[in-house]
């Protein structure tokens, strides 16, 4: 069966016309679709002149208001001066309506540009993204990006000392098409840590950094070295622990308490001292007293005596 020139003809054209929808290798001007709802990115600056309206129409060239209908941006409202220079910076993400036509019904998207992952392998296929590979050679960096309608990704490569190193080191600069790859060779330049970062080339918001260690594995057993040195620290500890445990042993010493309870002994030495003195005196006072009270009390009775017996013999004699 033959197949019509004319259709063959009209496939490859659709062909090339979804290759140019589908990826860009420079930052677009225009939304390539123009039928409601436009997918556009924040931060873009588009000519959206040409922008079908759901109530019919093009949004045109004069001023005109955007409200959002849905996601962040529901209940805002944003203001497009110029409608063949709009500037979609810092807009909410979500659906906005042209309040122009009265319907309702979302003529842009805006959407978040972001580069979803970064992915680095050896030759082998080993994924060593923000890891080790000993030579750096036949590596591939893949990115995947939300954005590749609008914009293409840009790559760049730093050595360890800071120098980029793009021009020498990769295959090429970009990517074009989200799921792309680009090969590097980091086999000729110092070992150490690279840095691989991709952007947006309008779109610089959207970028992701990644890395890559060469050289020798040395680098991982200093690592090893590293670890072991908290084994050391504990050591340490465990003797301190030994330490601590004998020092309750010595705190059983101070029961030579008792030696300091002897002392309050030796404080009621003074007590007998006091005795002696209390009696010192009142034993030499008795015996001055008693001497005193004997002598001169013995002779008024005796003569007491003496006067009765007398009155008591002449009481006789009349009788």
Same mark, same amino acid.
């Given at each position: 069966m033959t197949i019509p020139r004319t259709l063959v003809v009209s496939v490859v054209a659709l062909l090339v016309v979804a290759g140019v929808t589908g990826a860009v290798s420079a930052p677009r001007d225009r939304p390539a679709e123009t039928e409601p709802p436009v997918r556009v990115f924040v931060d873009e600056t588009l000519d959206v002149s040409a922008v079908e309206l759901t109530g019919g129409g093009t949004v045109g060239t004069d001023p005109v208001a955007l409200a959002g209908v849905a996601g962040e941006a529901d209940g805002v409202?944003?203001?497009?001066?110029?409608?063949?220079?709009?500037?979609?910076?810092?807009?909410?993400?979500?659906?906005?309506?042209?309040?122009?036509?009265?319907?309702?019904?979302?003529?842009?998207?805006?959407?978040?540009?972001?580069?979803?992952?970064?992915?680095?392998?050896?030759?082998?296929?080993?994924?060593?993204?923000?890891?080790?590979?000993?030579?750096?050679?036949?590596?591939?960096?893949?990115?995947e990006y939300n954005f590749d309608e609008a914009d293409r990704l840009d790559l760049t490569v730093e050595a360890p000392d800071g120098l980029e190193v793009t021009s020498?080191?990769?295959?090429?600069?970009?990517?074009?098409?989200?799921?792309?790859?680009?090969?590097?060779?980091?086999?000729?330049?110092?070992?150490?840590?690279?840095?691989?970062?991709?952007?947006?080339?309008?779109?610089?918001?959207?970028?992701?950094?990644?890395?890559?260690?060469?050289?020798?594995?040395? +680098? &991982?057993?200093? %690592?090893? @070295?590293?670890?072991?040195? /908290? *084994?050391?620290?504990? !050591?340490?500890?465990? $003797? =301190? #622990?030994?330490?601590? +445990? &004998?020092?309750? %042993?010595? @705190?059983?010493?101070?029961? /030579? *308490?008792?030696?300091? !309870?002897?002392?309050? $002994? =030796? #404080?009621?030495?003074? +007590?007998?001292?006091?005795?002696?003195?209390?009696?010192?005196?009142?034993t030499p006072t008795a015996p001055s007293t008693t001497t005193r009270t004997t002598t001169p009390g013995f002779g008024p009775i005796v003569a007491l005596v003496a006067v009765g017996g007398v009155a008591r013999l002449l009481h006789r004699r009349r009788e």
């Open positions: 409202i944003e203001n497009v001066d110029d409608p063949t220079d709009a500037d979609f910076g810092g807009f909410a993400t979500g659906s906005y309506d042209v309040r122009a036509d009265d319907d309702d019904r979302a003529e842009f998207s805006v959407v978040e540009p972001r580069v979803t992952s970064v992915v680095v392998r050896n030759q082998n296929g080993a994924n060593v993204t923000n890891g080790w590979e000993p030579s750096g050679a036949s590596l591939t960096v893949t990115a020498t080191v990769a295959s090429r600069d970009r990517f074009t098409t989200s799921g792309g790859s680009v090969s590097l060779d980091l086999s000729d330049e110092a070992d150490g840590t690279f840095r691989i970062t991709v952007e947006g080339s309008d779109l610089e918001d959207a970028s992701r950094t990644v890395t890559v260690r060469t050289g020798p594995r040395r +680098t &991982a057993t200093a %690592t090893a @070295t590293r670890t072991a040195t /908290p *084994t050391r620290t504990a !050591t340490p500890e465990t $003797t =301190a #622990t030994i330490t601590r +445990t &004998a020092t309750p %042993t010595e @705190t059983t010493e101070p029961t /030579p *308490t008792p030696s300091p !309870t002897a002392t309050p $002994t =030796a #404080t009621t030495e003074p +007590t007998p001292t006091e005795p002696p003195d209390t009696t010192a005196p009142s």
